[in-house]
């Protein structure tokens, strides 16, 4: 069973906001993901980080920013939220291992954000 | 870049088999990977195969890899209503961690 965890699972705001999405995993795992899903479904990797004080941007363009102070947290902020950041973003843990024969991703359950 | 896609939807009646299909367009995949998402839930790892096979089993799933064609599909056996989900394909390229999804395919099973 993976334990990774998101909070808040759902989030109504205001336009201009300052949000943190919050991600923490106990399993150790370096590296980390987040992933926005649009609501037609399409996952898009924003994103992602080796280990402790290592982030890197994902295929998707976000004005989101990420942080990774301690292996098991990964929190993502936008400073000021717009309509436009309304989504489901999901985060994610793997192993190191790069030759690991599955890499399996344990996803999160994800956090709805609505902005208004 | 890489370029992952699937049919959006899906229906099949209960007992039926349900086939999804996934194209992608780089040739240097190492896995593939296939994810089901329930309602309001995250990812869930359903299976995988390795580039170099062309078949791999796993109780009522089946995955077919045509690595030629870049296709492959996950073909579930008598399908049930619980099997409901949105599922994605992944591609893994190279050695790195980083997975490419494609576009999901909603399954809805009718009873």
């Known amino acids: 069973e993976a334990d990774i965890y998101q909070t808040p699972r759902y989030l109504v705001i205001g336009t201009g906001k300052k949000i943190t999405l919050e991600c923490s995993q106990t399993m150790g795992h370096d590296k980390m993901y987040w992933y926005q899903q649009d609501p037609g479904m399409e996952l898009h990797l924003i994103h992602y980080?080796?280990?402790?004080?290592?982030?890197e941007k994902g295929d998707l363009s976000s004005e989101s920013t990420v942080s990774r102070i301690r292996t098991e947290h990964f929190p993502l902020t936008l400073e000021s939220a717009r309509p436009s950041h309304t989504s489901q973003y999901l985060c994610a843990s793997s192993e190191s291992t790069s030759g690991r024969v599955d890499n399996e991703q344990f996803f999160g359950p994800g956090t709805r954000l609505t902005v208004l | 870049g890489e370029d992952v896609e699937q049919s959006l939807f899906l229906s099949v009646r209960e007992g039926d088999s349900s086939v999804i299909n996934c194209t992608y367009t780089d040739s240097s995949s190492t896995y593939l990977y296939w994810y089901k998402q329930e309602p309001g839930a995250g990812l869930q790892l359903l299976t995988y195969?390795?580039?170099?096979?062309d078949m791999k089993q796993d109780q009522r799933l089946t995955v077919l890899l045509n690595k030629k064609d870049k296709h492959l599909s996950l073909r579930i056996a008598d399908t049930q209503t619980g099997d409901s989900a949105i599922y994605f394909c992944?591609?893994?390229?190279?050695?790195?961690?980083?997975?490419?999804f494609g576009t999901g395919t909603r399954l809805t099973v009718i009873p």
């Open positions: 992944a591609e893994r390229l190279g050695w790195a961690n980083n997975l490419f």
């Open positions: 195969i390795f580039s170099n096979m």
């Open positions: 980080s080796y280990g402790v004080n290592s982030t």
